[in-house]
């Protein structure tokens, strides 16, 4: 799936009720909004530096892209992973994230996206 498909599926949770996600739609949100972000990254590397895009480690795919697009965008993009990482796991001590925080990082999500698409070497500018 696409990283535009993934964030289609978010808004859908963040604006129909889903039969069967009763509690569980704000995790599921953050997956997929996450997923939308891993994407996005993956295609950046396979057009950036293919070797770092074999690279399994996520840490080390955050940790490069600040050689390869703006240092802002690549902390922007680290940030919304770990926050989304975190919504997505349950923590019986902690709030899950709030349908408005959950539309934020949809929102920053597409920004970051949209960065790493026009960084992406070969994009029209």
Do not use: K
Not at 63 to 86: G, K, T, V
Not at 108 to 117: H, K, V
């Amino acid at each position: 799936m696409s990283p535009d498909g993934y964030l289609g599926a978010a808004d859908r949770l963040l604006t129909e009720v889903v039969a069967g996600a009763r509690g569980t739609w704000p995790r599921a949100c953050a997956w997929l909004i996450r997923l939308a972000l891993e994407t996005a990254l993956a295609g950046f590397w396979e057009s950036a530096c293919p070797p770092v895009a074999q690279c399994r480690s996520r840490r080390a795919q955050f940790l490069l892209l600040p050689r390869y697009c703006d240092a802002e965008l690549s902390h922007r993009m680290a940030q919304a992973w770990a926050i989304l990482s975190e919504g997505g796991h349950h923590h019986a001590y902690e709030l899950g994230l709030t349908a408005a925080e959950l539309r934020r990082l949809r929102n920053e999500a597409q920004a970051i996206i949209t960065g790493l698409r026009e960084a992406t070497p070969g994009h029209p500018s």
